[in-house]
């Protein structure tokens, strides 16, 4: 089953700040954090696993509350380049097969 | 960039012709993976591999098969097209034992018409 993201679609101004939710019916391992711009292939950002380690990218953050089954990716000081859909994967023991949401739509204005 | 190459990059094709998309990397990575990508759906598993010859099904599988003869290569194929698998095809690949992320291949376009 598919996790759910919210929003689906968010429009900010360089310099503000975003949230991305991702919540699962299902417990989970991980959550994977990947961001897609137009027209070319998804890139890996962030994964939080079970236990509370997270690798991923050095200017995004996120958090992972095991209990709930939801994640949140958090995007500060957004520029141009954060524009694209942010897709939350989700795990439900080891990397091997990852869910996606449908994918949140970002887009960052001047 | 990782080493995953798909072709062909854009198919037209008919109803009911075989189909077969091929993802080839050079990286050695054990895992494989097709995804369909739709509006509305985001990122949909069709079907993964876990080394030569192993592989499962994902969560969208029905009239797709994949095989995978050597570790570079996964093949999916739609033996007969319909026009609800018009979409576009991602090919990801991963090594668990070392990273955590999958890399994916720059997707195929395919129309059934």
């Known amino acids: 089953q598919q996790p759910v993201q919210s929003p689906q679609a968010v429009i900010l101004r360089e310099g503000e700040d975003a949230v991305i939710n991702c919540s699962s019916s299902?417990?989970?391992?991980?959550v994977h954090w990947y961001r897609q711009k137009h027209g070319e292939a998804p890139v890996f950002l962030m994964i939080?696993?079970?236990?509370?380690e997270q690798k991923g990218h050095d200017k995004i953050s996120a958090s992972f509350n095991e209990k709930k089954q939801q994640s949140s990716l958090y995007l500060t000081a957004s520029q141009l380049s954060y524009s694209g859909t942010y897709f939350c994967?989700?795990?439900?023991?080891?990397?091997?097969?990852?869910?996606f949401g449908i994918g949140t739509k970002l887009q960052v204005i001047p | 960039d990782a080493g995953i190459t798909q072709s062909p990059r854009h198919k037209v094709t008919e109803t009911g012709t075989p189909v077969t998309l091929r993802c080839h990397q050079t990286?050695?990575?054990?895992?494989m993976y097709w995804y369909r990508q739709d509006p509305g759906h985001g990122l949909r598993l069709i079907h993964y591999?876990?080394?030569?010859?192993?592989?499962d099904k994902g969560e969208v599988s029905d009239g797709y098969s994949v095989s995978r003869s050597k570790t570079e290569d996964f093949l999916l194929t739609l033996e007969s097209a319909t026009s609800s698998q018009t979409s576009v095809y991602f090919c990801?690949?991963?090594?668990?034992?070392?990273?955590?992320?999958?890399?994916f291949g720059q997707g195929t376009r395919l129309t059934v018409v």
């Open positions: 994967g989700t795990n439900s023991g080891g990397y091997q097969k990852v869910t």
């Open positions: 990286e050695n990575h054990r895992y």
């Open positions: 299902k417990a989970l391992y991980s």
């Open positions: 990801a690949i991963s090594e668990p034992t070392t990273a955590p992320e999958a890399f």
């Open positions: 591999s876990y080394g030569v010859k192993d592989t």
């Open positions: 939080l696993l079970k236990g509370g």
